[in-house]
């Protein structure tokens, strides 16, 4: 089957959109679909306001709608609600196409801390993006059911997954600074939450790797203490290796629907501390073994306790091959044909 997935959020960013997309996609290959991603490197683009890294694509419409013509898809997903992703919406409603989309992220409360704009003003635009496709794929339950609650339609559970022979507990010496060490992996945004872990008064040393609008304000903060190191955008080899490094692994956010970094330390062995919010309390639940508490002092001391060995356990429940196989089979194709190719594909992933 013929698989076209339009994205606003690709290349250069590094997220767990990005990252999710791309493990989708292989996966969806091996399943034998054709699959192609519409993206904003296809667009001129102008930098998003208060975030210059995200690039939104300029009058796409046109061009999107020969896209999709050319390539003939039999299934349309969109991922995003930016300029691609409407204009890609905007055309299976003329051409009476089904599609699916996504809820990636919590878009209301990233623009109400960055412009002030109130949630429900947001969330009703997002019903309205929304309630048109055929499914609206959330990454946990508890998505699934906030949507749900805000008049969202059609809202089914599309799950994560981790590389695990990527990120697996290896050689513990990346990161030479005091010990405990706890670190911090992701964007640097108000959204993310960086200083709250940054204001903890925690023995050893503080990591933060990754960038992002809000870094170079907090590294004027806190650059100049001694325990607090900062790196770069790192590829996935070597996050491996500073997960394994890490006594713990530092979730502040409070607006993720999932946090795909959380699997990705965990599988290296490394405890998480987080509060207790959506992402950390579905990926984690109330008996797994990560240390989920309001206090996020009380949280990394007690993560501190916690056995890698069984960290990582926990971690191997999760494979990016169910969960692509869980996302084709919430697509909604155009012919039977291509619905018996979806089925077909199905069955020998599920055969192997």
């Not at 929304?130 to 609206?136: L, Y």
């Not at 050689?171 to 706890?182: E, G, N, Q």
């Not at 500073?242 to 946090?259: E, H, L, N, R, W």
């Not at 965990?266 to 509060?275: E, I, K, L, T």
Request: charged fraction near 20%.
């Amino acid at each position: 089957m013929k698989i076209l997935i339009v994205t606003d959020a690709w290349e250069p960013q590094v997220n767990g959109v990005v990252r999710t997309l791309k493990q989708t996609r292989a996966e969806l290959q091996k399943m034998g679909h054709t699959v192609d991603l519409l993206t904003p490197l296809e667009f001129k683009t102008i930098p998003c306001p208060t975030y210059p890294d995200i690039r939104l694509s300029m009058f796409p419409g046109s061009k999107v709608n020969q896209r999709i013509r050319e390539f003939a898809p039999d299934a349309i997903h969109i991922a995003t609600e930016g300029p691609l992703g409407l204009a890609a919406r905007k055309y299976c409603l003329k051409n009476k196409l089904p599609y699916t989309t996504a809820y990636h992220s919590r878009f209301p409360e990233y623009v109400q801390l960055r412009f002030g704009i109130p949630l429900s003003w947001t969330y009703a635009w997002l019903a309205r993006f929304h309630n048109s496709a055929e499914a609206v794929m959330a990454p946990t339950r508890v998505v699934v059911e906030d949507l749900q609650a805000r008049g969202i339609k059609n809202v089914v559970l599309w799950s994560r997954g981790v590389d695990l022979e990527i990120f697996k507990p290896g050689r513990r010496d990346k990161l030479a600074s005091r010990s405990p060490i706890f670190v911090y992996v992701g964007r640097v945004a108000v959204e993310k939450n960086v200083q709250a872990f940054l204001d903890l008064d925690l023995p050893g040393s503080k990591w933060i790797v990754g960038d992002g609008p809000a870094a170079a304000g907090l590294k004027a903060q806190f650059g100049n203490h001694p325990n607090v190191h900062w790196l770069g955008v790192l590829n996935q080899a070597e996050l491996a290796e500073v997960y394994s490094s890490a006594d713990v692994f530092v979730f502040p956010s409070k607006t993720d629907t999932f946090g795909l970094v959380l699997l990705e330390a965990m599988a290296c062995g490394c405890p998480v501390a987080a509060y207790p919010v959506t992402g950390p309390i579905d990926v984690i639940g109330n008996d797994g073994p990560g240390s989920l508490h309001e206090d996020l002092h009380q949280a990394c001391m007690g993560a501190l306790q916690l056995d890698r060995a069984e960290v990582r356990r926990f971690a191997e429940r999760y494979s990016w091959a169910a969960a692509s196989r869980q996302f084709a089979s919430h697509l909604h194709p155009f012919t039977p044909h291509a619905q018996q190719e979806l089925r077909l594909a199905e069955q020998g992933a599920g055969g192997e």
